[in-house]
């Protein structure tokens, strides 16, 4: 049943919680001091850049019916669109350049180039999902409401078609998160489903009209002869773009080790917990400069939930100080290649689609969630020689932490040996079934051997037998 | 009527911007349908900063100094810039310092209609600016703001205003930088051609620090009906308000602008109470700039008109909601930027790490408690 004590889970003192929280707090003030001009002349080279590649994939897409201009065109297209929806509407959306005090860049005003209006997404993303990461019942992102991504959800026959809406969700993931925002919208602000003209309900329908006249309607009538190849190329990038936003959001919450929480950890929760439910929630993934820009800097997930308004072309610098604290009290700090990543999630949404009988794991132990109750039960091998038995501890040869991490690392290793083990006792078992089934077989052979002796025998006297009384016979006709 | 439902149509994606009733925003609207979410505007500002009406935009083209510790600052507004403006009001103008706005009001220095020969027919604006002993902005305006830079504006506002045409007796007293509104007053009378009575007593500490004396000097040359008289407070000390009956005798029937240091207001205000002359009295007082003092104060609700007093150490948030107003709010953390809202005066300070807020700021009312009297945009 997910994580419901981040203390036991973490295997960390309410002190060392509280340490670890000063220790986040340290480095989001030393980024805070540090903001200047190197970070201001960044996004605004940035929306110079997106600007400009947009302005330039559109005129390439007025020669369009040329192949190669089609193809190029829809390729700046995608990539303006990315970095659009990635490094600026995400990030600028959740403050993270309000410091910079400048209207046209600040969070309460940037609308983004998506189906869904900024507004709705900033209360369902930053406040919704940010506040509540990952808590069962609290942050409706688990999944998007149409995929069951936890063994704590209970299965339904819905979740067979889980990898076609999965294929779905990728392909018009736009859609799927301006449907999202705008239920979450409504419910937030109470406003009855009945209330066909209501604010929400306008403002949604007036972004979707411009966004799809833009891209379906506008753009192929402006250029004329060219208006198919346009609009397939204005539906390409958006595709590629759900696609990218997809995959990129995925492999940040649903790799393993990105933890789920119930409920009860947010009862009293302190800011030091909110910071390590946000580290244990959240995955990384390995990305060069490159990538790592085309995702909006997502691939430093973990960074951007402990501080999703600080300005995302910090968090390399600021991935390697969280990286540091997870080593200095032994976290562990779920990263892979975007592939690695992304295909334990894509395992999670196709196991997960089938019944629980079919799934070996619990809600306390499985590759997508787990609990403190995991370690219940377990006797971890070093522990053993300490005074307490107690994992709060530091290791008294190499003065190193013992937390999470190790624990983590050796209730696999033990898991393991005695998985091991009961497989070998299996083995053992079945070798000695079989060992008295041929023992068995040998007997039944043998009897039957002698049975068939006996049987033999018995003939042979019969025959003999037979044999005198027909002579006996032939005696007593002659008489 | 058909048409009109056409052309706001057209116009509704550029309803925000700046430019006012220009045809211009058919055009804008009808390009920002292609252009959507943005507007025509932010691409073509990153061609020129200036060709932008979402924001009010300037080039500032030339920097004069007035005194030691002064300058002017002479402007050429972008796209959407009303100049319709009436001698004494300010501006909001907004300063790129490491990558942070700075947002401040400073008075207009020049008439409305600044066509004159000597400027080319450009229009230009200008506002002076004296620098404050703390003042950040201000000593980083006087000290070096280099021609060429950007700055964002805002529409000019206020109410110290001279009407048109001017009252016919006219007593200006200021000091230091309280000259800088009546300036733009005195120069649009110059320009219009309508001076009258008018006799203007300004007070500074020593006669270097007078700002436009020259200006004022010549003005009263060519207009023999300007009667320029300086205190210079160094030498004579304060100026007394009871010395007014012997200086100038006429003063109870002259129409009153008012503008320096609060003190210096308060005290008019009183004597022109006493003399049952109120209402003939104008003042403007400077939102002096400052840093936020103490802890707590009284919060206003600007919108909804409440207010309440609290200590350093309640959120705005809190403090809104403990008198029913409707605040926006979400994960009261300070993550979210749902609960944003705009300080429209007064100073807040960031609970998390202390930095302060000031008038302008856009805050996160979860985490911002009041430093000083404030006025909330809500």
Request: hydrophobic letters at 40%; a neutral charge; charged letters at 25%.
């Amino acid at each position: 049943m997910a994580i419901t004590d981040i203390q036991t889970f973490s295997h960390l003192t309410a002190a060392d919680i509280e340490t670890l929280g000063q220790e986040l707090d340290t480095i989001r003030r030393s980024v805070e001091l540090s903001r200047g001009e190197r970070d201001a002349k960044y996004i605004r080279r940035t929306i110079a850049a997106q600007r400009g590649l947009e302005v330039a994939g559109r005129a390439v897409l007025f020669g369009s019916r040329n192949r190669w201009a089609w193809l190029a065109g829809t390729a700046l297209l995608s990539v303006a669109k990315i970095i659009e929806n990635m490094e600026l509407g995400h990030n600028i959306s959740h403050g993270q350049w309000d410091w910079m005090n400048d209207p046209e860049i600040h969070s309460s005003t940037w609308e983004w180039d998506q189906t869904g209006p900024s507004s709705q997404w900033r209360r369902a993303h930053n406040y919704s999902h940010h506040t509540y990461t990952n808590v069962l019942g609290k942050d409706e992102d688990l999944g998007f409401g149409i995929l069951r991504m936890t063994r704590d959800e209970q299965w339904r026959p819905i979740h067979l078609v889980q990898p076609l809406a999965n294929l779905l969700l990728a392909a018009t993931f736009e859609w799927g998160i301006a449907l999202h925002d705008w239920a979450i919208e409504k419910e937030l602000t109470g406003t009855p489903k009945s209330e066909l003209l209501s604010a929400p309900n306008r403002e949604f329908a007036r972004k979707i009209a411009r966004q799809v006249s833009k891209d379906f309607l506008l753009y192929p009538a402006l250029t004329g002869p060219a208006w198919k190849s346009t609009l397939k190329a204005n539906a390409t990038a958006n595709l590629v773009r759900n696609l990218w936003a997809y995959a990129v959001i995925f492999c940040g919450h649903f790799p393993d080790g990105a933890e789920k929480f119930t409920i009860e950890q947010l009862e009293d929760e302190t800011q030091a917990e909110w910071y390590l439910r946000q580290m244990l929630g959240s995955a990384n993934f390995k990305a060069g400069p490159a990538m790592a820009f085309m995702s909006g800097n997502l691939c430093y997930q973990i960074e951007h939930h402990l501080f999703p308004d600080l300005p995302s072309n910090r968090y390399p610098e600021i991935a390697a100080r969280v990286r540091e604290l997870c080593d200095k009290y032994d976290l562990p700090y779920t990263t892979g290649s975007l592939g690695k990543q992304y295909l334990l999630a894509f395992r999670t949404i196709h196991k997960l689609a089938l019944p629980d009988r079919f799934l070996k794991r619990t809600a306390d132990d499985a590759p997508e969630t787990s609990s403190e109750r995991k370690f219940a039960g377990i006797t971890l091998p070093n522990t053993e020689r300490w005074a307490d038995n107690n994992w709060l501890l530091t290791d008294p040869e190499t003065g190193q932490r013992r937390g999470l991490r190790s624990a983590l690392h050796e209730a696999k290793v033990v898991l393991e040996e005695k998985a091991r083990h009961e497989k070998e006792v299996l083995r053992e078992a079945k070798r000695a079934l079989k060992e008295k089934a041929r023992q068995e077989k040998e007997l039944l052979r043998e009897a039957k051997i002698a049975l068939q002796e006996k049987a033999r025998v018995e003939q042979a006297a019969l025959r003999r037998k037979t044999v005198r009384e027909k002579g006996f016979r032939v005696r007593l006709r002659r008489a | 009527m058909v048409f009109k439902n056409v052309r706001d149509w057209l116009e509704a994606p550029a309803a925000s911007v700046a430019e006012r009733g220009g045809r211009l925003n058919v055009l804008r609207g009808a390009v920002a349908r292609v252009t959507t979410p943005l507007l025509p505007d932010d691409y073509l500002h990153l061609a020129n900063p200036l060709w932008s009406a979402r924001e009010l935009r300037g080039r500032i083209v030339d920097v004069r100094k007035e005194t030691a510790d002064s300058a002017t600052l002479v402007i050429k507004p972008g796209w959407g810039f009303d100049f319709k403006f009436q001698p004494g009001q300010y501006i909001g103008i907004g300063l790129l310092v490491d990558g942070r706005w700075h947002w401040r009001s400073y008075s207009l220095t020049c008439p409305p209609d600044w066509n004159a020969p000597e400027h080319g027919g450009k229009r230009l604006i200008s506002i002076a600016v004296k620098a404050m002993p703390e003042g950040f902005l201000s000593s980083h305006i006087v000290g070096g703001v280099k021609p060429g830079t950007i700055v964002r504006l805002q529409a000019p506002q206020g109410g110290f205003v001279l009407p048109y045409p001017p009252p016919a007796k006219v007593l200006f007293l200021t000091a230091g930088s309280g000259i800088t509104p009546v300036m733009s007053m005195l120069r649009a009378m110059d320009r219009r051609g309508l001076v009258s009575d008018v006799v203007h007593l300004h007070s500074a500490r020593t006669a270097e620090d007078v700002m436009f004396g020259d200006e004022l000097r010549a003005l009263h040359d060519r207009h023999p009906s300007f009667q320029s008289h300086l205190h210079l407070t160094g030498e004579q000390g304060k100026f007394a308000l009871a010395d007014l009956d012997a200086k100038f005798p006429d003063w109870r029937e002259r129409d009153t602008w008012a503008c320096g240091p609060a003190a210096m207001l308060d005290e008019i205000e009183q004597h022109w109470r006493a003399a049952g002359l109120a209402e003939r009295l104008h003042v403007e007082r400077f939102e002096i700039e400052r840093s936020a003092i103490g802890e707590g104060g009284t919060v206003s609700f600007g919108k909804s008109g409440r207010s309440v007093e609290v200590d350093g150490a309640t959120s705005l948030l809190e403090a809104g909601e403990s008198v029913g107003v409707q605040m926006p709010f979400g994960c009261r953390m300070g993550i979210c930027q749902t609960c944003v809202v705009t300080l429209s005066s007064g100073h807040a300070r960031d609970l998390r790490n202390g930095d302060e807020r000031r008038e302008g700021d856009k805050v996160q009312t979860c985490i911002s408690a009041a430093a000083g009297d404030c006025t909330l945009d809500v």
